[in-house]
């Protein structure tokens, strides 16, 4: 596959994954998720030589989400299901996730919505000091998904992530390290060096020992994030329904705020 919304580079061992739509902030979209889907089945496969992975945004952003302006359109009348949407996309969480190589996350700018289960599925994330989270779904009237429902309350706790995704407020660098949301943050023209140290040094380590080791970690805190992701569904099909999404899409489209009526 000819990739044009991603970057990977392969040398030593260490597979570079870049997100690379920098014009939009990395948004997510259909050939985004089919092509994250073909490099990792090319960085899975035993010919690789692969024993690490750095995954990292392009330009001045990690991910922004989902694009928003990447639907066709529909007749009038009908809505977009947004749960067979991420019906489609949480194979790719549930991949990262359990992913046999080590992954680092190296977090150049916004992570927001989906960019933030994106970064909080992988093994390591350290962060540039301008980096920033953000839990925008309920500012288009939306809940969280793509994994962060999962993620959140397990790294900063139910309190920390009630407010997060209900205030839909930025979460700065230095604070999601204190919060135990990123390993760690360093000043950002440390971090693409220092993350690509990093999956380097693990390149050179016991692949085995850290696949069993991360998959037992997982084992400890989990639920089950396959029946989180699949909740997660549940409630965007439901969502993706409502008066108060449409109009959150469309205030976010014309640059408004949104006057949501709870319908």
Request: aromatic residues 6%; hydrophobic residues 45%; proline residues 4%.
């Amino acid at each position: 596959m000819q990739y044009e919304t991603i970057e990977l580079g392969i040398d030593q061992g260490v597979a570079t994954l870049a997100l690379a739509r920098p014009d939009r902030l990395n948004a997510f979209n259909v050939r985004m998720q089919d092509e994250l889907f073909d490099a990792l089945d090319r960085i899975e496969s035993p010919q690789s030589g692969v024993r690490a992975v750095l995954l990292t945004g392009r330009g001045r952003g990690f991910c922004s989400g989902v694009d928003l302006t990447d639907r066709k359109p529909l007749p009038e009348g009908r809505k977009h299901d947004l749960g067979a949407a991420l019906e489609a996309k949480n194979p790719l969480f549930s991949r990262l996730y359990r992913f046999p190589i080590p992954v680092v996350c190296a977090v150049n700018g916004v992570a927001a919505g989906m960019g933030v289960g994106l970064a909080l599925a992988c093994d390591i994330v350290i962060a540039a000091r301008s980096a920033s989270f953000v839990l925008a779904f309920s500012r288009i009237g939306l809940a969280p998904d793509c994994g962060v429902s999962f993620f959140l309350p397990r790294l900063i706790g139910l309190a920390r992530a009630n407010a997060c995704s209900l205030l839909g407020e930025r979460i700065a660098a230095e604070r999601a390290e204190a919060w135990g949301l990123v390993w760690k943050t360093v000043d950002d023209d440390a971090l693409a060096a220092e993350s690509a140290a990093l999956a380097a040094r693990l390149a050179t380590g016991p692949t085995r020992a850290y696949r069993l080791t991360a998959a037992t970690l997982k084992e400890g805190v989990e639920a089950s994030l396959e029946t989180v992701l699949q909740r997660e569904a549940e409630v965007q099909r439901e969502l993706g329904y409502t008066a108060d999404y449409a109009e959150g899409v469309q205030a976010f489209l014309e640059k408004r705020a949104a006057r949501f009526t709870g319908a």
